[in-house]
């Protein structure tokens, strides 16, 4: 069994849903700085709906995207920088290039989970590039399992090096994840991932359940910062996964620092 997880930290994007995308420049630096020190692996800033998605539809972004990627790589020294990029609202010659400049380290590009096919593109743009890409599924509870290891098998055929299932309605009981992160497993070569939400406050036994099922990507956000009830508490997940013996390279008290900005401020 694996006993490595490899944490991705969305607290600065899907955070911000919790805020109307009203995150502040301040609120990125510090957090980043704080995240960096604590050996968070991949710290995942922006707009709620990702690159390019600020707009009077789904919401406008206090910062631009060129600010906040600039804000985040100044105060990300070890920790990469991730993007959450839906193709629709981020367009490749706009978006991905400019993240690409502004020294974006991890792609992680997001589809409804029967919409995989929209991803091709956009997988293949950052793999070109030399890019850590990942295929996210979201709103995974309205496919069957075996649907969305079909839809992962798409993903991963595009290129991906990993795909992470979310749970975007905070749906799930532990068994339902167990069946899903299961068929993934079984279909892919590559990593799988799992991001839970709160709703049902099942955030950290879902996680469990993933990593247990044979996921070692596991996404969670600083006190559960996060979209509608949160995400899984980052801070909760290190202390369970070491106590579990699995390693995630986070430091725990740093952790509880960052965590202590996420509330605060």
């Not at 079909?150 to 749906?171: L, N, P, R």
């Not at 036994?205 to 993933?210: D, E, I, L, P, Q």
């Amino acid at each position: 069994m694996n006993k490595k997880i490899l944490i991705s930290d969305p607290t600065l994007r899907d955070g911000n849903h919790a805020v109307r995308h009203q995150l502040r420049k301040n609120d990125f630096s510090s957090y980043c700085k704080a995240a960096d020190s604590a050996g968070v692996p991949i710290v995942e800033v922006g707009h709620g709906n990702g690159l390019g998605a600020s707009s009077m539809l789904v919401g406008e972004c206090s910062l631009s995207d060129e600010m906040i990627l600039s804000t985040a790589r100044e105060n990300l020294k070890t920790s990469k920088l991730a993007v959450h990029a839906i193709p629709g609202f981020c367009t490749i010659e706009r978006h991905m290039a400019m993240a690409l400049d502004l020294g974006v380290d991890v792609f992680r590009i997001a589809a409804h989970c029967t919409e995989a096919d929209i991803t091709d593109r956009h997988i293949a743009f950052a793999r070109k590039h030399g890019k850590e890409v990942y295929g996210v599924l979201m709103m995974s509870h309205m496919a069957s399992p075996d649907h969305l290891a079909d839809e992962a098998f798409k993903m991963q055929g595009y290129g991906a090096e990993g795909v992470v299932i979310m749970d975007s309605s905070g749906h799930y009981l532990p068994l339902d994840v167990t069946d899903r992160i299961s068929a993934l497993v079984e279909m892919l070569s590559i990593p799988v991932g799992f991001h839970a939400h709160n709703n049902l406050g099942m955030g950290i036994a879902n996680s469990v359940a993933a990593v247990q099922a044979g996921a070692t990507i596991i996404d969670g956000s600083a006190r559960g910062f996060g979209a509608g009830s949160g995400n899984a508490q980052l801070e909760v997940l290190v202390a369970v996964f070491k106590k579990m013996g699995y390693e995630t390279g986070i430091d725990l008290y740093k952790m509880l620092d960052a965590a202590d900005i996420a509330e605060k401020e």
